[in-house]
């Protein structure tokens, strides 16, 4: 189970939605496009098609007080779609434009109602991911810590720094 203590954002609001209890997966694929001739050879051919986005679903600690829980049952029930923003932890985070597709009710337990959301993604602005990478000191010097010789270099003494990680993983 990912999502403890993570949080979605409302970017459109500028406001919190809520502490996260449980995400469902970040799926993205590509559709395939079959460009098989028959004939003289016998294996299937294809070309890479679009990109989609599958829906999302993000189960949060319900308060029904909350205006910002309220909101999203008003864009579900709207059909408008938004810009929210899921930060992990260690402060990563997943930015999408989505409307709500679908609500899900659960029974409180412990004290605390659950709340599932699924998000659509609108493809209309392609969904973000990011990471933070700390640096740390080496004889009083700045150094960083990069998986790999593939990401920018990150000036010295401005941590943390933000990379854009949604060409590689798209």
């Not at 909101?71 to 989505?98: K, M, N, V």
Request: aromatic share 14%.
């Amino acid at each position: 189970m990912i999502g403890k203590g993570s949080y979605l954002y409302d970017e459109t609001a500028g406001v919190f939605v809520g502490n996260v209890d449980q995400i469902g997966r970040i799926d993205q694929e590509r559709d395939a496009i079959d460009t098989t001739t028959y004939g003289a050879s016998l294996h299937e051919t294809a070309i890479p098609g679009i990109k989609r986005s599958k829906p999302l679903t993000i189960r949060l600690i319900y308060d029904p007080t909350d205006e910002s829980v309220a909101r999203l049952i008003e864009r579900y029930e709207s059909g408008e779609s938004a810009d929210y923003c899921l930060i992990f932890p260690d402060h990563a985070t997943y930015s999408f434009q989505a409307f709500v597709l679908a609500l899900g009710h659960e029974t409180p337990i412990g004290d605390l109602i659950r709340r599932s959301y699924r998000f659509q993604p609108t493809g209309i602005v392609p969904p973000a991911m990011s990471a933070i990478y700390s640096c740390g000191t080496y004889y009083d010097y700045s150094r960083w810590y990069l998986p790999g010789d593939d990401y920018p270099t990150a000036p010295a003494g401005s941590c943390p720094v933000r990379f854009d990680l949604s060409e590689w993983y798209t």
